[in-house]
Structure formats: C-alpha cells, structure tokens
C-alpha cells in the first residue's frame, strides 16, 4: 500500500491511527517485498501474522501460504480484515493474551509496545515455529543478536537464542510507516535450530539467566548461591570467579546450568 491508498482507506473506514496499539501502517512497496521473501513462503504452511492492520502484509500471507491466522485487537480493523479476506482465520483480541495457535511461520509488524512480550512467548513456548520474519524496533533487533559482553547482550538475547539463529535482514526508515514512528525498525529473521549443546532436563537456564541478568554488575557466584560449584565451572571454562552474567556465551551458560543437581526429595 502506498501512503496515498493508506490515507484515503482511514478516511473510509473513518479510522485514526492509535498511537496506544502501536498502529505504524507500511507504505513501502520495497520494505513488503522484503519481508516476503524472506518469509519464503510455501503452499502447505500454516501462517500467523501479529497485527493485520489494513492487510498489506496479509494480502501476501493469503497468496502463499495453505492456512493464514490473524490476530488483531482493535475491532475496527478486525472487522475489515474479516470481510476483505474472509479466508483469514482470524482471532480478535490481544496477541499477548490469547492462546497463540500452532503454525509453521510468523511472519508480522509487531507493534513496538508489545514485541518483546509476543517473541517471549514464542521463543519460551512448547510449540516454536520454524521461521519467524518480524518488523521489531532496531534496539530490540539489536537485543536479539547481540553478542557476549556487549551492552545489548541479556536474557531475551539468551532465550531467543537458545532456540534460534537470528539475522537482522534490514534496517527500516520510520517514513516507511505512516504515521511515521520516532525510531528505525529492523526486519529480522530467526530460524529454529538445536542448542549448541543439549540442555538437560531440569538444568535451572531460564531462572539462572533471569537471576544473573536482573543485577548484571554483580558477580555470578554472588547471584546464583553455591558459590564452590559456580567457581568450579566458571574456572572449568576458562573464566575468571569474577564473571558476571554478560560475559559467558549461551554455550557456556547452558554448561553451567548443567552443572546444577537439585536436592533429592
């Protein structure tokens, strides 16, 4: 859609764009074709898109895929995206919230406000997808595929990671949106994969990661409790006692939880 077609299809359906949803409409041909690709949709797969909006995005998915799922919160748009596509299967409410069903791809514009909740829930869920194509805001990008001891490097860096490769594809200008957003976007790509070393049943990474990440400045040893075992594996991998949360890479911090043996019942 261009921002010409963008405007008069608000004033038909005598919408204003709401800054509380985070609504951001893409009017740049280049920028969906992009994310298309990238995509690489096939005819068997099942899709789900975050935030269908005015359907420029959604108008691709149903071309491509066997199956599109929509979940869009503001009514309004809901009920156009309804009677425009009425092959979407659509879910009205709020992607944070509802139950996110099972699907091969996600492939969106996530609203700002709500990206790190929806990749949390993907990249924690018990069904991860396969591919996941988003529009995110740059710094939250960034976060994703930071590396150790960068300032960007934390514990969604390490839950995404876990469970996926990701590229940043392409950096976005805000005047690709209108209205155009205060910061640049990122078009990213996370492609499920195994961990590079298997993580253990029971193995504390998660409450571990969100312990060390929460007091980043702190020591390890002094977060995370036993001090003799954290020492023992910290030393085992080459680092120093003193090491703090954003220096061990996911390799490393998936060995360390390994480590943990939970008291016998």
Same mark, same amino acid.
């Given at each position: 859609?261009?921002?010409?077609?963008?405007?008069?299809?608000?004033?038909?359906?005598?919408?204003?764009? #709401?800054?509380?949803?985070?609504?951001?409409?893409? +009017?740049? =041909?280049?920028?969906?074709?992009?994310?298309?690709? %990238?995509?690489?949709?096939? #005819?068997? %797969?099942?899709?789900?898109?975050?935030?269908? =909006?005015?359907?420029?995005?959604?108008?691709?998915?149903?071309?491509?895929?066997? &199956?599109?799922?929509?979940?869009?919160?503001?009514?309004? *748009?809901?009920?156009?995206?309804?009677?425009?596509?009425?092959?979407?299967?659509?879910?009205?409410?709020?992607?944070?919230?509802?139950?996110?069903?099972?699907?091969?791809?996600?492939?969106?514009?996530?609203?700002?406000? +709500?990206?790190?909740?929806?990749?949390?829930?993907?990249?924690? =869920?018990?069904?991860?997808?396969?591919?996941?194509?988003?529009?995110?805001?740059?710094?939250?990008?960034?976060?994703?595929?930071?590396?150790?001891?960068?300032?960007?490097?934390?514990?969604?860096?390490?839950?995404?990671?876990?469970?996926?490769?990701? &590229?940043?594809?392409?950096?976005? #200008?805000?005047?690709?949106?209108?209205?155009?957003?205060?910061? %640049?976007?990122?078009? +990213?790509?996370?492609?499920?994969?195994?961990?590079?070393?298997?993580? %253990?049943? =029971?193995?504390?990474?998660?409450?571990?990661?969100? *312990?060390?990440?929460?007091?980043?400045?702190?020591?390890?040893?002094?977060?995370?409790?036993?001090?003799?075992?954290?020492?023992?594996?910290?030393?085992? *991998?080459?680092?120093?006692?003193?090491?703090?949360?954003?220096? *061990? #890479?996911?390799?490393?911090?998936?060995?360390?939880?390994?480590?943990?043996?939970?008291?016998?019942?």
């Amino acid at each position: 859609m261009t921002l010409t077609e963008v405007r008069h299809l608000l004033v038909e359906l005598d919408l204003r764009p #709401s800054k509380a949803l985070g609504q951001n409409f893409l +009017i740049d =041909g280049n920028i969906l074709e992009i994310i298309t690709r %990238e995509a690489d949709i096939r #005819s068997q %797969e099942t899709v789900l898109e975050i935030g269908p =909006g005015l359907g420029a995005l959604t108008h691709k998915l149903t071309d491509r895929a066997g &199956t599109v799922i929509a979940v869009e919160k503001d009514t309004r *748009l809901a009920e156009y995206i309804r009677q425009k596509y009425p092959e979407v299967q659509l879910i009205t409410g709020d992607a944070v919230k509802v139950p996110l069903p099972v699907c091969d791809k996600v492939v969106a514009n996530l609203p700002y406000s +709500i990206s790190t909740a929806i990749l949390e829930r993907f990249v924690e =869920g018990e069904a991860p997808p396969r591919r996941l194509v988003l529009t995110v805001q740059r710094e939250v990008g960034q976060r994703l595929a930071a590396k150790p001891r960068h300032k960007d490097y934390g514990a969604l860096t390490l839950f995404t990671q876990l469970r996926y490769h990701v &590229t940043i594809v392409h950096v976005v #200008s805000p005047n690709c949106f209108f209205p155009a957003p205060n910061v %640049e976007s990122a078009i +990213i790509a996370l492609d499920r994969r195994d961990p590079p070393v298997k993580l %253990e049943p =029971g193995a504390p990474f998660h409450d571990w990661v969100r *312990l060390g990440f929460q007091q980043r400045r702190k020591m390890l040893r002094k977060l995370l409790g036993n001090h003799a075992l954290v020492d023992t594996v910290l030393q085992s *991998l080459g680092l120093p006692v003193t090491a703090r949360a954003e220096e *061990l #890479s996911l390799e490393q911090w998936i060995i360390m939880a390994n480590h943990h043996r939970p008291a016998a019942a």
